[in-house]
């Protein structure tokens, strides 16, 4: 079965705009936009504005409607006036600002006040009008670039599509749908198309007297005005985006800079570290951001150094191993090299146990070490658990008594109950039995090892303490370095391998405790023994 080997990942290429930073202009442009859009999509304030101009619109019709069936009608209400009708539709058409038409019953223009405003003041010409200009002119440069973009409001979708408004040149009541509808004693308004895509605004309402219809005034206004409002809302609101945009891309660029940029110094220096074999290249550890990236360069820095030092100790670790299995494999060749010579009896027999030694003793190395380089990997994954310490104590000795033969040290306990920590059983089980045992092997027969167990605020501490030599001086930090051994007189050779105190230290520091050893003095300041202490917090 052959397995594909996943090709080395490039380093990051160098790019103008980082994919963060674009991700961040995109996001903060988003309302921008949004806000762009919504300028073309003013519609409903259109239609108010509109509805509001068509009721002023028939309100003046109103007022117009009712001078004219007073002032301009027969004595006998029969008919209107013409003459008198002119001159009312142009006085109040001027006064209004609005364009004012005058049909009799019969559908015939009476009176037009476009046509009466002009000069001469009478109906003298016939011909095609053309439409009114707006009321405000754009003649800036500004103005007219904004112009040309608001042409494109009418074209989009959703703005009403009205029927074109179309003037005869001789016009009559049939022309105008709300015209004929005001006929009939009914108040009409219509909105129709201009060619510039403006509206033409009118209200049709009845001419009456004594509850006849005589004829029909029809007033009529472009939205000239409402679309200059609504250029001018949207002018102002383009222009409020503009400076949003600006600044909004400035904010983004400079977010990016801020966050992007950092990161990708980071992310091209961990890729440095990743090809690189030395440690020339460090993490920057950019001290002076106090926010999430400083903390990020700083725990990438820490681990870096956390990296090289578990390298470093790996690599010691090796030399270590390899120095302390060659010292016994070395005595073991010499054994058997010099085995074949011998012919003694005597001489093979005691070559026979010291090659025996030597392989109890290679067999103990091998042991520990394998037990020293599983704990790392085994305490990563090992999930702690609430351990009574002082049931856990009272079990180690037990086996101790069950174990060590009547002549062995006496163990005396003085343990608190009620002493919860969070720990693993076994884990925790050999720390405490690799400093028992470390506390028997200097002890003589007829000495106590003297366990204590006491909590302080959220500590526990537990005491070993034995009638030893105690400690060298100036090796309390030295007898927990791997391979480190300091046995007494008398005791053969290879018994120990130097890792158990290394082990120990190594598994309380795991659960976030200390262990530390020191030697018990008397007043004179002469040795009384050792003491190891484990400290760790409550569960």
Known sequence: ?????????????????????????????????????????????????????????????????????????????????????????????????????????????????????????????????????????????????????????????????????????????????????????????????????????????????????????????????????????????????????????????????????PIRILSRAAERIRIGHHRQHTIPKMSTRNDEIGDLALALNDMTEALWARMDSIEAFAADVSHEIKNPLTSLKSAVETSRRVTNPEQQKKLMSIIQEDVERLDRLITDISDASRLDAELSRAESSPINLAHLLATLADLHRATESERGPQLILDVEDHLVVGATEDRLMQVFRNLLRNAISFTAPDEPITIKAWREKRWVFVTIEDKGPGIVPGKEKAIFNRFYTERPDGEEFGRHSGLGLSISLQIVESYGGSLKGETILDASQAPQGARFTVCLRTA
């Open 1 to 261: 079965m052959t397995s594909e080997l996943m090709p080395p990942r490039q380093p990051t290429r160098t790019q103008r705009i980082s994919p963060l930073t674009r991700r961040i202009m995109a996001v903060n442009l988003l309302a921008p936009a949004l806000l762009l859009v919504g300028l073309f999509y003013l519609g409903e304030y259109r239609r108010s504005l509109i509805v509001t101009e068509l009721s002023a619109l028939r309100s003046n019709g109103e007022i117009f409607a009712v001078a004219l069936s007073e002032s301009a009608v027969s004595p006998m209400g029969e008919q209107i006036l013409p003459d008198l009708a002119i001159q009312i539709v142009r006085r109040l058409a001027l006064t209004a600002r609005t364009r004012a038409r005058l049909f009799t019953r019969d559908g015939a223009l009476v009176a037009d006040s476009r046509a009466l405003l002009q000069p001469g003041g009478q109906i003298v010409e016939v011909g095609n009008l053309a439409p009114p200009k707006p009321a405000k002119q754009h003649n800036t440069l500004l103005d007219k670039a904004f112009r040309y973009l608001d042409v494109i409001y009418f074209w989009l979708p959703g703005i009403e599509d009205y029927p074109p408004y179309f003037e005869n040149v001789n016009q009559r009541a049939s022309d105008y749908e709300e015209v004929m509808g005001a006929m009939r004693g009914e108040v009409w308004v219509a909105h129709r198309n201009m060619p510039d895509r403006s509206l033409m605004l009118s209200a049709a309402l009845p001419v009456t007297r004594y509850k006849q219809t005589l004829g029909v005034l029809m007033l009529s206004k472009t939205s000239a005005d409402i679309d200059n409002v609504m250029f001018e809302v949207r002018k102002e609101t383009l222009q409020v985006f503009s400076v949003t945009l600006i600044f909004t891309v400035l904010v983004s660029l400079y977010l990016g800079g801020t966050i992007a940029r």
